[in-house]
Structure formats: C-alpha cells, structure tokens
C-alpha cells in the first residue's frame, strides 16, 4: 500500500475551485503592488512604477530621510452582471512602496513625469567626497600632503 502525503493547502485549492469568483471574491484577500524597475547610473537613479489605471491625483510621491515612497489608491470599478459568468482578475486598492536612497540626496533636485500609466521619478545621486589637501608646516617651508583612493598611486620607498 502507497503512502500519500496529505497536502491541506492543495486540498483548499480544490474546495475553493468548486464556488465561482462571486461567491468568494478574491479581491478582498490579494494585495494590488505595483511593480516597480530601478536602474542605476553614475550620475541618476530612475525609478518607473506601473500604475495603470491611475491618474497623477491618485498618486502620493514623498521624499523623508532618504526615503522615495510611492502610494495611492487604485479603486475597484462595480460593474453590474447582465447575465452570463464573469470573473475580476484586476486587481484593486491602496499600495505603499518604499526605496531607499542613497544618503545625501536634495530632495529639490528630484523630478517626477507621470505619462500612459508609468509614474517615472528621476533622483540624481549626491556628489561623492573627495580628498583634501592638507598643509604641513615645516619649520618655515610648507609641504602639500594629498589624499589619495588606494596605496597603489604612492610611490614605492627607494633603498
């Protein structure tokens, strides 16, 4: 006799495969999340969002300690059964969708363009810091001293 692993959400799946989508809707129990791309150069991050549906009014973009969220609200459209099986696969309501940024960011030199469904919001990347020189006084000469990225740019000590 074969042994059979009893499986209970395999079995739910089943049961629930036997009521139509009205009966037991399942947009009330999934979450609509917008898919988001981010890509990165040297100088900018973009960020473009699908929000298809979706007005600019619907859309709440905030920048908070180096925090981009993205949020709004897709709100479900009823349509009235006239006869004849139906089935909503769209799905609907709030989202909420963080990244964070890199630290420094000015938030003033941020950009967003809404157009055909993509939300795309432009972050340029704040400036690096680079080396400082430093004078060392010397008795009465003065010797420049400069950082440097790596041990490799200084020259090797002569025996």
């Known amino acids: 006799?074969?042994?059979?692993?009893?499986?209970?959400?395999?079995e739910l799946r089943l049961l629930n495969?036997?009521?139509?989508?009205?009966?037991?809707?399942?947009t009330a129990t999934r979450r609509w999340i917008p898919a988001v791309d981010v890509v990165e150069s040297d100088s900018h991050?973009?960020?473009?969002a699908d929000l298809p549906g979706l007005s600019e009014d619907d859309i709440n973009l905030e920048?908070?300690?180096?925090?981009l969220t993205i949020s709004g609200e897709r709100k479900f459209a009823h349509e009235e059964r006239q006869g004849g099986y139906y089935r909503f696969e769209r799905r609907s309501g709030s989202f909420r969708r963080s990244i964070r940024l890199h630290e420094g960011v000015d938030p003033e030199a941020v950009t967003a363009n809404f157009d055909r469904g993509v939300l795309e919001v432009t972050v340029p990347k704040p400036e690096q810091p680079k080396p400082h020189k430093v004078q060392i006084k010397v008795g009465t000469e003065t010797h420049a001293i400069e950082g440097s990225e790596s041990s490799a740019d200084a020259e090797p000590a002569a025996a």
């Open 1 to 10: 006799m074969a042994l059979i692993r009893w499986e209970p959400a395999r």
């Open 45 to 48: 991050l973009v960020l473009r």
């Open 17 to 26: 495969s036997l009521f139509d989508t009205q009966t037991f809707p399942q």
């Open 63 to 67: 920048l908070d300690d180096n925090v």
